[in-house]
Protein backbone atom coordinates (compact mmCIF):
# COMPACT_ATOMS: atom_id res chain seq x y z
CA UNK A 1 0.00 0.00 0.00
CA UNK A 2 1.61 3.45 -0.79
CA UNK A 3 0.60 6.06 1.44
CA UNK A 4 1.07 9.84 0.86
CA UNK A 5 2.22 11.77 3.82
CA UNK A 6 1.93 15.64 4.32
CA UNK A 7 3.46 17.73 6.14
CA UNK A 8 6.20 15.28 6.22
CA UNK A 9 9.19 17.22 7.70
CA UNK A 10 7.33 18.44 10.57
CA UNK A 11 6.88 17.34 14.43
CA UNK A 12 4.94 14.20 13.19
CA UNK A 13 5.43 13.79 9.65
CA UNK A 14 9.60 12.89 10.40
CA UNK A 15 8.57 10.15 13.22
CA UNK A 16 5.33 8.93 10.85
CA UNK A 17 7.54 8.35 7.59
CA UNK A 18 10.17 5.97 9.01
CA UNK A 19 7.66 3.97 11.04
CA UNK A 20 5.12 3.19 8.12
CA UNK A 21 8.74 2.14 6.50
CA UNK A 22 9.54 -0.12 9.05
CA UNK A 23 5.51 -1.34 8.77
CA UNK A 24 5.90 -2.27 5.41
CA UNK A 25 4.28 0.44 3.51
CA UNK A 26 5.48 3.02 0.53
CA UNK A 27 5.51 6.32 1.16
CA UNK A 28 5.76 9.35 -1.04
CA UNK A 29 6.31 12.52 1.46
CA UNK A 30 5.28 15.78 0.08
CA UNK A 31 7.36 18.90 1.72
CA UNK A 32 7.35 22.33 1.17
CA UNK A 33 10.99 22.56 -0.89
CA UNK A 34 13.69 20.21 -2.29
CA UNK A 35 16.21 19.55 -0.95
CA UNK A 36 14.55 17.92 2.19
CA UNK A 37 16.08 16.21 4.91
CA UNK A 38 16.89 12.70 4.06
CA UNK A 39 14.26 10.36 4.82
CA UNK A 40 14.75 6.67 5.20
CA UNK A 41 15.19 4.87 2.23
CA UNK A 42 11.89 3.86 -0.21
CA UNK A 43 10.51 7.36 0.30
CA UNK A 44 9.36 9.04 -2.31
CA UNK A 45 9.90 13.24 -2.33
CA UNK A 46 7.39 15.25 -3.82
CA UNK A 47 7.61 19.25 -3.40
CA UNK A 48 4.28 21.51 -3.06
CA UNK A 49 5.14 24.88 -2.41
CA UNK A 50 1.68 26.20 -1.05
CA UNK A 51 -1.15 24.34 -0.11
CA UNK A 52 -4.43 26.23 -0.45
CA UNK A 53 -7.38 26.18 -3.06
CA UNK A 54 -5.29 26.07 -6.31
CA UNK A 55 -2.95 23.50 -4.89
CA UNK A 56 -2.59 20.89 -7.79
CA UNK A 57 -1.75 17.54 -6.32
CA UNK A 58 -2.33 15.34 -9.73
CA UNK A 59 1.30 14.06 -9.63
CA UNK A 60 1.75 13.58 -5.61
CA UNK A 61 -1.66 11.35 -5.40
CA UNK A 62 -0.58 9.11 -8.19
CA UNK A 63 -0.78 5.53 -7.36
CA UNK A 64 -1.28 6.31 -3.66
CA UNK A 65 -3.96 4.24 -1.65
CA UNK A 66 -4.56 6.56 1.58
CA UNK A 67 -3.70 9.84 2.69
CA UNK A 68 -2.17 11.24 6.11
CA UNK A 69 -2.42 14.86 5.95
CA UNK A 70 -0.71 16.31 8.62
CA UNK A 71 0.84 19.37 7.00
CA UNK A 72 -1.25 22.96 8.10
CA UNK A 73 -0.36 26.41 9.75
CA UNK A 74 0.13 25.56 13.23
CA UNK A 75 -1.04 27.71 16.01
CA UNK A 76 0.39 30.82 17.02
CA UNK A 77 0.22 32.25 20.41
CA UNK A 78 -1.11 35.98 20.78
CA UNK A 79 -0.93 36.08 16.93
CA UNK A 80 -1.81 39.34 16.12
CA UNK A 81 -2.24 40.39 12.35
CA UNK A 82 -5.48 41.35 10.90
CA UNK A 83 -5.52 38.49 8.39
CA UNK A 84 -4.33 35.29 10.65
CA UNK A 85 -7.86 34.31 10.18
CA UNK A 86 -7.45 34.32 6.21
CA UNK A 87 -4.58 32.59 6.73
CA UNK A 88 -5.65 29.38 8.73
CA UNK A 89 -8.56 29.43 6.73
CA UNK A 90 -6.59 29.31 2.98
CA UNK A 91 -4.36 26.24 4.61
CA UNK A 92 -6.20 24.09 7.41
CA UNK A 93 -9.71 24.34 5.55
CA UNK A 94 -9.72 24.96 1.96
CA UNK A 95 -6.55 23.71 1.76
CA UNK A 96 -7.80 20.00 3.07
CA UNK A 97 -10.56 20.56 1.26
CA UNK A 98 -8.66 20.67 -2.06
CA UNK A 99 -6.53 17.65 -1.20
CA UNK A 100 -9.29 15.80 -0.02
CA UNK A 101 -11.11 16.27 -3.61
CA UNK A 102 -8.47 15.82 -5.39
CA UNK A 103 -7.93 12.72 -4.13
CA UNK A 104 -11.51 11.46 -4.15
CA UNK A 105 -11.44 11.82 -7.62
CA UNK A 106 -8.72 9.47 -8.12
CA UNK A 107 -10.25 7.00 -6.23
CA UNK A 108 -8.10 7.26 -2.80
CA UNK A 109 -9.25 4.91 -0.62
CA UNK A 110 -8.92 6.49 2.69
CA UNK A 111 -7.98 10.13 4.35
CA UNK A 112 -6.70 10.36 7.75
CA UNK A 113 -7.04 14.27 8.77
CA UNK A 114 -4.71 15.18 11.44
CA UNK A 115 -6.92 17.64 13.23
CA UNK A 116 -6.34 19.32 17.17
CA UNK A 117 -8.49 19.42 20.44
CA UNK A 118 -9.01 23.33 19.88
CA UNK A 119 -11.91 22.73 17.64
CA UNK A 120 -13.68 21.55 20.71
CA UNK A 121 -12.29 24.69 22.80
CA UNK A 122 -9.64 25.85 24.83
CA UNK A 123 -11.02 24.27 28.36
CA UNK A 124 -12.82 21.30 30.16
CA UNK A 125 -15.43 22.05 32.58
CA UNK A 126 -15.34 18.79 34.70
CA UNK A 127 -15.58 16.08 32.03
CA UNK A 128 -13.88 15.33 29.39
CA UNK A 129 -14.19 16.03 25.94
CA UNK A 130 -15.58 13.13 23.93
CA UNK A 131 -16.63 12.75 20.23
CA UNK A 132 -20.45 13.66 20.59
CA UNK A 133 -19.95 16.85 22.38
CA UNK A 134 -20.58 20.00 19.41
CA UNK A 135 -16.83 21.45 18.88
CA UNK A 136 -17.06 24.92 20.00
CA UNK A 137 -13.21 26.77 18.82
CA UNK A 138 -12.56 29.82 20.24
CA UNK A 139 -9.93 30.76 17.76
CA UNK A 140 -8.97 31.40 14.16
CA UNK A 141 -6.91 27.92 14.07
CA UNK A 142 -9.22 25.77 16.02
CA UNK A 143 -11.90 27.37 13.49
CA UNK A 144 -10.20 26.39 10.45
CA UNK A 145 -9.60 22.91 11.83
CA UNK A 146 -13.04 22.34 12.21
CA UNK A 147 -13.98 23.90 8.91
CA UNK A 148 -11.53 21.16 7.45
CA UNK A 149 -13.14 18.61 9.18
CA UNK A 150 -16.16 19.10 8.01
CA UNK A 151 -15.07 19.17 4.14
CA UNK A 152 -13.26 16.11 4.62
CA UNK A 153 -16.78 14.83 5.86
CA UNK A 154 -18.77 16.38 2.87
CA UNK A 155 -16.42 15.22 0.66
CA UNK A 156 -16.70 11.58 1.99
CA UNK A 157 -20.38 11.59 1.67
CA UNK A 158 -20.26 12.71 -2.09
CA UNK A 159 -17.69 9.95 -2.93
CA UNK A 160 -16.68 6.40 -1.87
CA UNK A 161 -13.52 8.30 0.15
CA UNK A 162 -13.17 6.61 3.53
CA UNK A 163 -12.20 9.99 6.05
CA UNK A 164 -10.75 9.62 9.43
CA UNK A 165 -10.39 12.43 11.91
CA UNK A 166 -7.82 12.05 14.36
CA UNK A 167 -7.75 14.98 17.49
CA UNK A 168 -4.91 15.17 19.42
CA UNK A 169 -4.29 16.88 22.75
CA UNK A 170 -0.95 18.17 24.10
CA UNK A 171 1.87 16.40 22.02
CA UNK A 172 5.21 15.86 23.09
CA UNK A 173 8.43 13.64 22.30
CA UNK A 174 11.79 13.99 20.63
CA UNK A 175 11.62 16.96 17.68
CA UNK A 176 8.91 18.72 19.63
CA UNK A 177 8.83 22.69 19.88
CA UNK A 178 6.76 25.58 20.93
CA UNK A 179 5.53 25.28 24.60
CA UNK A 180 7.09 21.95 25.48
CA UNK A 181 10.55 22.58 24.17
CA UNK A 182 10.23 25.67 26.48
CA UNK A 183 9.13 23.87 29.55
CA UNK A 184 12.72 21.52 29.08
CA UNK A 185 14.66 24.49 28.77
CA UNK A 186 12.99 25.89 31.69
CA UNK A 187 13.73 22.49 34.08
CA UNK A 188 16.65 22.50 32.68
CA UNK A 189 17.58 25.76 34.55
CA UNK A 190 15.44 24.26 37.68
CA UNK A 191 14.57 27.84 38.90
CA UNK A 192 12.00 27.99 42.05
CA UNK A 193 8.61 28.05 40.80
CA UNK A 194 4.73 29.08 41.76
CA UNK A 195 3.14 26.58 40.45
CA UNK A 196 2.47 23.98 43.49
CA UNK A 197 -1.31 25.10 43.79
CA UNK A 198 -2.37 24.31 40.53
CA UNK A 199 -4.58 20.89 40.86
CA UNK A 200 -5.88 21.20 37.12
CA UNK A 201 -5.35 18.09 34.98
CA UNK A 202 -4.93 17.75 31.17
CA UNK A 203 -4.20 15.44 28.70
CA UNK A 204 -1.22 14.60 26.71
CA UNK A 205 -0.32 12.26 23.81
CA UNK A 206 3.35 11.08 23.23
CA UNK A 207 4.15 11.53 19.43
CA UNK A 208 5.12 7.75 19.49
CA UNK A 209 1.73 6.63 20.39
CA UNK A 210 0.27 9.02 17.69
CA UNK A 211 1.89 7.18 15.59
CA UNK A 212 0.65 3.90 16.69
CA UNK A 213 -2.65 5.52 16.09
CA UNK A 214 -2.17 6.54 12.51
CA UNK A 215 -1.15 3.02 11.58
CA UNK A 216 -3.95 1.52 13.17
CA UNK A 217 -6.85 3.33 11.39
CA UNK A 218 -5.00 2.91 7.90
CA UNK A 219 -5.48 -0.71 8.60
CA UNK A 220 -8.68 -1.06 10.97
CA UNK A 221 -11.82 -1.20 8.53
CA UNK A 222 -13.89 0.03 11.63
CA UNK A 223 -11.75 3.28 11.83
CA UNK A 224 -13.46 4.49 8.26
CA UNK A 225 -15.85 7.56 8.61
CA UNK A 226 -14.76 7.89 12.11
CA UNK A 227 -13.57 10.86 14.48
CA UNK A 228 -11.28 10.08 17.39
CA UNK A 229 -9.85 11.48 20.31
CA UNK A 230 -6.26 10.21 21.46
CA UNK A 231 -4.45 10.62 24.81
CA UNK A 232 -1.31 8.64 26.64
CA UNK A 233 -4.22 7.30 29.07
CA UNK A 234 -2.44 9.18 32.07
CA UNK A 235 -3.47 13.24 32.80
CA UNK A 236 -1.57 15.33 34.61
CA UNK A 237 -1.61 18.68 36.53
CA UNK A 238 1.00 21.19 35.38
CA UNK A 239 2.75 21.01 38.82
CA UNK A 240 2.71 17.16 38.20
CA UNK A 241 4.22 17.66 34.80
CA UNK A 242 6.50 19.51 35.54
CA UNK A 243 7.83 17.21 38.14
CA UNK A 244 8.11 14.72 35.94
CA UNK A 245 10.03 16.68 33.21
CA UNK A 246 12.13 17.03 35.67
CA UNK A 247 12.97 13.96 37.19
CA UNK A 248 13.21 12.78 33.30
CA UNK A 249 15.95 15.14 33.21
CA UNK A 250 17.31 14.48 36.50
CA UNK A 251 16.68 18.23 37.39
CA UNK A 252 15.80 19.00 41.11
CA UNK A 253 12.19 20.62 40.92
CA UNK A 254 11.37 23.12 43.31
CA UNK A 255 7.51 24.30 43.56
CA UNK A 256 6.04 26.58 45.77
CA UNK A 257 2.29 27.15 46.08
CA UNK A 258 0.75 31.01 44.74
CA UNK A 259 -2.60 31.75 44.44
CA UNK A 260 -4.32 31.31 41.24
CA UNK A 261 -5.50 34.59 41.33
CA UNK A 262 -1.97 35.94 41.88
CA UNK A 263 -0.88 34.00 38.71
CA UNK A 264 -3.99 35.57 36.33
CA UNK A 265 -3.35 39.21 37.64
CA UNK A 266 0.50 38.42 36.93
CA UNK A 267 -0.39 37.41 33.68
CA UNK A 268 -2.20 40.23 32.78
CA UNK A 269 0.27 42.68 33.76
CA UNK A 270 2.94 40.79 31.79
CA UNK A 271 0.57 40.48 28.94
CA UNK A 272 0.50 36.66 29.24
CA UNK A 273 -2.55 35.60 30.06
CA UNK A 274 -3.14 32.87 27.68
CA UNK A 275 -0.07 31.06 28.87
CA UNK A 276 -1.30 31.00 32.20
CA UNK A 277 -5.03 30.33 31.11
CA UNK A 278 -2.60 27.13 29.56
CA UNK A 279 -1.01 26.70 32.70
CA UNK A 280 -4.24 27.36 34.78
CA UNK A 281 -7.13 25.44 32.96
CA UNK A 282 -7.67 21.52 32.88
CA UNK A 283 -8.15 20.26 28.94
CA UNK A 284 -9.05 16.43 29.20
CA UNK A 285 -10.08 13.93 25.85
CA UNK A 286 -12.17 10.99 26.34
CA UNK A 287 -10.31 8.14 24.20
CA UNK A 288 -12.67 5.36 24.70
CA UNK A 289 -14.15 5.23 21.52
CA UNK A 290 -10.39 4.67 19.78
CA UNK A 291 -9.76 2.02 22.65
CA UNK A 292 -13.33 0.41 22.16
CA UNK A 293 -13.69 0.09 18.15
CA UNK A 294 -10.18 -0.69 17.17
CA UNK A 295 -8.73 -2.15 19.96
CA UNK A 296 -5.81 0.38 20.66
CA UNK A 297 -3.83 1.08 23.01
CA UNK A 298 -0.61 3.10 23.60
CA UNK A 299 2.56 1.29 23.24
CA UNK A 300 3.90 3.66 25.53
CA UNK A 301 3.62 5.47 28.99
CA UNK A 302 3.68 8.99 29.80
CA UNK A 303 7.40 8.16 31.81
CA UNK A 304 8.43 6.24 28.85
CA UNK A 305 7.64 9.18 26.41
CA UNK A 306 9.27 11.78 29.08
CA UNK A 307 12.37 10.49 29.00
CA UNK A 308 12.49 9.79 25.35
CA UNK A 309 11.94 13.58 24.78
CA UNK A 310 14.38 14.34 27.72
CA UNK A 311 17.00 12.38 25.99
CA UNK A 312 16.86 13.72 22.70
CA UNK A 313 16.75 17.28 24.55
CA UNK A 314 19.85 16.82 26.45
CA UNK A 315 21.79 15.06 23.25
CA UNK A 316 21.54 18.84 21.89
CA UNK A 317 19.89 17.62 18.64
CA UNK A 318 17.20 20.44 19.07
CA UNK A 319 17.86 22.71 16.14
Known amino acids: MRILVTGATGFVGRAL ?74 INAVGTERLARAAADVGVKRFILMSTVKVMGEETQGAPFSELDTPAPEDAYGTSKLAGEQALLRIARESGLESVIL ?72 SELIRRVGHALNKPVRLFPLPPAVLRLAGRITGKSQTVERLLGSLLVNDEKIRRQLGWTPPFNVVQGLDMMAAWFLSGKTH
Not at 80 to 89: F, L, M, P
Request: aromatic share 6%.
Open 17 to 90: VPALISAGYEVTAVVRRTPAPPFVGGVTVHAIADIGPATDWTEALRGIDAVVHLAGRAHVMNEGTADAEDKYNH
Open 167 to 238: RPPLLYGPGAKGNFLSLLKLCRLAPPLPLAAIGNRRSLLFVGNLIDAVIVCLENPNAAGQTFFVRDGEDLST
